[in-house]
């Protein structure tokens, strides 16, 4: 009969501890994911600076890409969705700027001047490429 009422009353116990473990777990996700969206946000955002400067330094049009990597408002910041479609917008929004980069260092590489010298400051000469 002891032993009835020990698993009786331990039983409940464990219940609670399983319950307990689950909601750790849960909570522990959670907070794993509020990370990932918190360092995705400063990236993406670090990001659409740079390519502004990039647009700049290729005199593009300050319009262009507007909005084109922009997360839908629609999805709760809470839910994985929002973590994926941000990391998504993040990846190709990377991929953007390298490319407007790469661009940029390939026309600052080839960007050829000609020091004026006291004999072509009278005028300035073309230099053939």
């Given at each position: 009969?002891?032993?009835?009422?020990?698993?009786?009353?331990?039983?409940?116990?464990?219940?609670?501890?399983?319950?307990?473990?689950?909601?750790?777990n849960k909570w522990r996700l959670l907070e794993r994911r509020q990370?990932?969206?918190?360092?995705?946000?400063?990236?993406?955002?670090?990001?659409?600076?740079?390519?502004?400067?990039?647009k700049v330094r290729l005199m593009m049009d300050p319009s262009k890409?507007?909005?084109?990597?922009?997360?839908?408002q629609n999805l709760d910041k809470e839910s994985p969705e929002y973590?994926?479609?941000?990391?998504?917008?993040?990846?190709?929004?990377?991929?953007?700027?390298?490319?407007?980069?790469?661009?940029?260092?390939?026309?600052?590489?080839?960007?050829?001047?000609?020091?004026?010298?006291?004999?072509?400051?009278?005028?300035?000469?073309?230099?053939?490429?």
């Amino acid at each position: 009969m002891l032993t009835f009422c020990l698993n009786f009353f331990q039983q409940p116990y464990q219940e609670v501890e399983k319950g307990l473990v689950y909601f750790n777990n849960k909570w522990r996700l959670l907070e794993r994911r509020q990370q990932q969206v918190r360092e995705l946000r400063a990236k993406h955002q670090l990001l659409l600076e740079e390519l502004e400067d990039t647009k700049v330094r290729l005199m593009m049009d300050p319009s262009k890409w507007i909005g084109e990597f922009d997360v839908d408002q629609n999805l709760d910041k809470e839910s994985p969705e929002y973590l994926e479609a941000l990391a998504q917008a993040t990846e190709e929004l990377e991929f953007c700027v390298n490319l407007c980069k790469s661009h940029v260092m390939m026309v600052t590489c080839f960007d050829i001047s000609m020091p004026l010298t006291p004999r072509t400051q009278e005028g300035l000469r073309e230099v053939e490429v």
